[in-house]
């Protein structure tokens, strides 16, 4: 019964493909976020989504795109991918936007480009 | 812009040791303050939150942490830890004054590793 679910976990691709990654979470939240985890565990804000609106939309490159097609869903489509882009991105919601609301994360994506 | 530093990238303790995981941040406004706990191959899990009054919250698996506003501090304790505590912990800032969203911002880890 997992609250923040994305698929796949793991992703290995080539340069230059497109890749997505799925999110969903059955919480009944209203705020989704990506987040991104680099080697060296350093986690940085992507993006964040509150009832389908883009509310936080951090300096990252315009090969992402999120796109959440209802406040259950948040997905993360990348284009043209670059070595640089190995990461594992997390997906997470909280029940609102306010900056004291707890997060849930799911258990992440490990995207690996090669 | 917001800042969190964890001092320790690794701490090593014997089982049934305390551990303090230091934190300190540097903001100039007031912030609310989370310590985030990722155990191996998993996202991360709320341990505790530190939003307003008692300067002492305590969370879950024990653990306790103790805002320090004069020396912007927030470190994690725990006075018996155990090997299921061998994780990695992350402490983050949210700004209070950004109520439209939330954006964490986290501290670079500290590796917990509790040996028999």
């Known amino acids: 019964d997992t609250a923040v679910s994305q698929t796949p976990k793991y992703l290995v691709t080539q340069m230059g493909n497109d890749k997505s990654i799925k999110c969903e979470q059955n919480?009944?939240?209203?705020?989704m976020y990506w987040y991104k985890q680099d080697s060296k565990k350093f986690l940085k804000i992507m993006f964040s989504?509150?009832?389908?609106?883009?509310?936080i939309n951090e300096t990252v490159p315009n090969r992402f795109s999120p796109k959440s097609p209802d406040k259950a869903h948040l997905n993360l489509h990348i284009n043209s991918l670059e070595l640089g882009d190995s990461a594992v991105y997390f997906c997470?919601?909280?029940?609102?936007?306010?900056?004291?609301?707890?997060?849930?994360f799911g258990q992440g994506t490990r995207l690996t480009v090669v | 812009a917001q800042s969190v530093t964890q001092l320790d990238s690794q701490v090593p303790v014997f089982e049934e040791a305390p551990v303090e995981l230091r934190c300190n941040y540097s903001s100039s406004v007031s912030v609310y303050l989370f310590w985030y706990v990722q155990y191996p191959n998993q996202g991360l899990q709320l341990l505790l939150k530190?939003?307003?009054?008692?300067?002492l919250v305590k969370g879950i698996n024990g653990f306790e942490a103790e805002f320090n506003k004069s020396q912007t501090s927030f470190h994690l304790r725990k006075p018996s830890v155990h090997i299921s505590d061998t994780a990695e912990y992350f402490c983050a800032v949210s700004d209070r004054l950004i109520q439209g969203a939330q954006k964490l911002v986290f501290g670079q880890g500290t590796r917990l590793t509790i040996n028999p």
């Open positions: 919480l009944g939240h209203d705020t």
């Open positions: 989504y509150n009832n389908k609106e883009l509310i």
């Open positions: 530190y939003l307003s009054g008692s300067t």
């Open positions: 997470a919601s909280s029940q609102d936007r306010r900056a004291n609301t707890e997060a849930f």
